[in-house]
Structures are given as structure tokens and as C-alpha cells.
């Protein structure tokens, strides 16, 4: 193991511009029960609230009581109008949000409240899509399979681990018992939360990996959310391509689509002078989340104009890895997984295909509807869901 270095001390609020990292929390797929489909909306906001550092909901949400909640109102609107207008009603508590909406003709509209198409966010596990299509890739590109395991990849470092005949399908589906994060992440997840820092930034690829190692499954088989599981897998792809995380998005991904302004920090030091900070529901500010060794479960920052782009190659399938990263790899009541992205199934409506997202400061969501070609792409400062009002706007129950 190397040794564990604390890069994320925050700035100082006064030398911040007023922008976006909010306390991380992703929203996990869940278990499933079985019975008659749910509504779209209560099916999404009924899964289990996770934090990338393994530390629950409500213990981050504790935090606030430390100090009064700062009233939160939102920015000046640029774009559409029209927009804006739709979905302000939905958008208590945020301040600085960016919509965009893909309609079925393909004309793409955007609304920004206080921010613009070129503002940088966390994305937070929305990242967890792009190390889907990055395992699609590395089976067409570098041998992989979906039953290729961590001894696989790592060899005889992995020898006589628990974890090692653990395979990218279980890592990519959150089916190999793996918790949310390492026990010393979990532990030292706990008071960076609390101090509003990022709860993961302290390790590094080598603290992920050799973690996992020295951990035994628990409940293999069974769908349990975990963001160590999709951080190894990201570290694992970029070991079978010969290169690191972040070279490897940038390669497969990011240049071909030309998302300039889409990268991964993994620590401070990464962090471009583009980068400002969220703020936490309670509406304190959070410290920047770049999440080191499991970057690849959350730790991409991207902005609304980068994020159509992959949006739309999400939809049409010109995103490099999207057809083979949105198959079906595990089936439950009313949704299904595939390469780290989720589908939600009910009766009356058709697909949608998502990822939700949420950092200490932020909040995300990116979802399309194949049927349809429509889709949604939300981004917020605030740490707050979006996940009801993107259901929404998917379906058309919000009318915009």
C-alpha cells in the first residue's frame, strides 16, 4: 500500500468564486422487490442514497445541523425562457442548475439558472457511465470478456484473494459483494464528510486495489451499490489497456467525441482554475471531490455543452462504446442493469436508459428514452436530487 496523502484541504470561501461541489451522495440501483411496476418518479427516489465514501445519507445530512441553513434562491435564466419557466417550480433549493432537453425531433434546448452551457460541474456518478462504455470498449479492444476477473488483469497480485475470480460483469452490476468503499475509506469518510472535504480523495490507485483485495464478498450474487466495485473496475480497464483512468477516458472517449472540457482531477492538484465549488443542501460550501483511486465511480467534471455532446452519442449510439455498454447484464422487477447504467421499466411507459449522480456539491442527472430519441441532462450546485424532476421531463409529465 502507498502511502495516504490529504490533498483536500478547501479553500478559503472568500477566494471562491460562487460555483459547484456538493456532499456526494449517488443514488443506488436497487434491490428490487417483485409486484406491479412503481411509478417512474417514486421508483427513483426510493433507492438507497449512498455516499461515495461509504458513509450513509442522513450522516452527511447531519452535518448541517452544525450551522443554520444559508436560504438558497435561483440565478439569473439564460437560454431558454421557456424552459426555465417549466421546471423553476421543481428546482426548490437550488441555485445554479443547467437543463438541457433533447426532443424527439433532435433539436437540443438548454436553460441555465445563474450558470452557462460552458460551466464547469461534478457530475458525480454519471462518471459510472462512462466506465461502462469504457468496459464495452475494452472487450472490443483489449481481449476483455465479461467473465474476465481481477486475477485476470492483476495476476499474482491478486493470488489468494477472496476477490479474485470476481468478474467485470459483477463489478459493472454491483453483484460482487463488494461494499461501498474500503473499511479506511469508510472510517476516514466519516469526519471528511463532516469537515465537507472530500470523503475519498485520500486514496490512491493502489490504496483501491490493494483494499479490495484484502476484502471477502459479502452476499456475492446480489445487486448491493457499491462504488469501490465500479472504481476497481475503472482502474482494472485501464490496467488491461496498458495506461491509467484518466488517460484512458481521454483516448476512448473524450477525444473522439471532443469534450475539451470534460476531465478527471483525482486530486487537487488536477483541478483546473475553471473548477469552483457546490454547496451542500443545507446550503454550506463543500470542499472539490476529485475522489482519487475510485475517480472512476464519480470523479469526472464536465459542463452542460460537453455532457449534450455525450448525450446525444448516448442516444443516436455514436458515442463510442454506447450500443454494447446499454445491454442488458442483470434483470429485476422493474429495472435492469447493464454496464453500469440502469434502465427503468414500468408498464405504461417506454425505457429510459440513466445515470444519476451527486458529489458533496452537486447533483446529475443523464437519461434518454430509446423509443423516443428524448433526453435530459441535469446539472446542479446544489447537492440536492434532480432524479424526480428528470423522470419527469422524460415522460413529459413536466411539460416543457
Not at 422487490?33 to 412503481?38: E, K, T, V
Not at 464495452?136 to 479474485?164: F, M
Not at 434483470?331 to 442493469?337: F, M, Q
Not at 456539491?361 to 432524479?387: I, K, N
Request: with cysteine; glycine share 12%.
Amino acid at each position: 500500500m502507498t502511502d495516504r496523502h490529504d490533498h483536500d484541504t478547501a479553500p478559503d470561501e472568500s477566494t471562491e468564486p460562487s460555483s459547484a461541489h456538493e456532499d456526494s451522495t449517488e443514488h443506488a440501483p436497487r434491490t428490487g422487490d417483485s409486484g406491479p411496476a412503481p411509478d417512474p418518479a417514486d421508483s427513483v427516489s426510493r433507492r438507497t442514497a449512498l455516499t461515495i465514501g461509504g458513509v450513509g445519507l442522513a450522516a452527511i445530512l447531519g452535518t448541517g445541523a452544525l450551522a443554520l441553513p444559508r436560504p438558497r434562491s435561483l440565478g439569473e435564466v439564460n437560454g431558454d425562457e421557456a424552459l426555465a419557466e417549466a421546471v423553476r417550480e421543481h428546482l426548490d433549493g437550488h441555485s445554479r442548475v443547467a437543463v438541457t432537453l433533447i426532443d424527439t425531433d433532435g433539436s437540443i434546448r438548454f436553460a441555465g439558472f445563474g450558470v452557462e452551457e460552458t460551466t464547469e460541474f461534478e457530475i458525480g456518478s454519471v462518471s459510472k457511465g462512462f466506465t461502462g462504455n469504457l468496459l464495452a470498449l475494452g472487450i472490443e479492444k483489449d481481449g476483455l470478456r465479461l467473465d474476465t476477473t481481477v486475477e485476470d488483469v492483476l495476476g499474482e497480485r491478486a493470488s489468494g484473494s477472496a476477490i479474485a475470480d470476481v468478474t467485470l460483469q459483477e463489478l459493472a452490476t454491483h453483484t460482487a459483494g463488494l461494499p461501498p468503499a474500503t473499511p479506511g475509506a469508510a472510517l476516514g469518510g466519516t469526519w471528511r464528510n463532516m469537515l465537507r472535504k472530500d470523503p475519498h480523495g485520500f486514496q490512491d490507485v493502489d490504496d483501491v486495489i490493494d483494499g479490495a483485495l484484502d476484502l471477502k464478498p459479502s452476499d456475492r450474487g446480489e445487486p448491493a451499490y457499491s462504488n469501490l466495485g465500479v472504481g476497481l473496475l475503472g482502474q482494472l480497464l485501464a490496467l488491461a489497456a496498458g495506461t491509467d483512468y484518466v488517460s484512458l477516458l481521454r483516448e476512448r472517449i473524450l477525444d473522439p467525441l471532443d469534450m475539451g472540457s470534460t476531465y478527471v482531477p483525482v486530486t487537487p492538484e488536477g483541478l483546473r482554475d475553471s473548477a469552483v465549488r457546490g454547496h451542500t443542501r443545507q446550503g454550506h460550501r463543500s470542499g472539490h471531490w476529485t475522489l482519487g483511486g475510485v475517480a472512476p465511480a464519480g470523479g469526472i467534471r464536465s459542463t452542460p455543452a460537453d455532457m449534450t455532446v455525450f448525450l446525444t452519442g448516448m442516444i443516436d449510439g455514436s458515442a463510442p462504446g454506447a450500443s454494447a455498454a446499454t445491454e442488458v447484464l442483470l434483470e429485476e422487477p422493474d429495472e435492469n442493469t447493464a454496464m453500469c447504467w440502469v434502465k427503468l421499466l414500468w408498464d405504461d411507459q417506454p425505457t429510459i436508459h440513466w445515470h444519476n449522480g451527486m458529489t458533496g456539491g452537486f447533483a446529475s442527472f443523464c437519461g434518454w428514452v430509446p423509443e423516443t430519441g428524448r433526453g435530459v441532462m441535469l446539472m446542479s450546485a446544489t447537492a440536492l436530487s434532480l432524479d424526480e424532476l428528470a423522470i419527469g421531463l422524460l415522460t413529459k409529465e413536466v411539460s416543457a
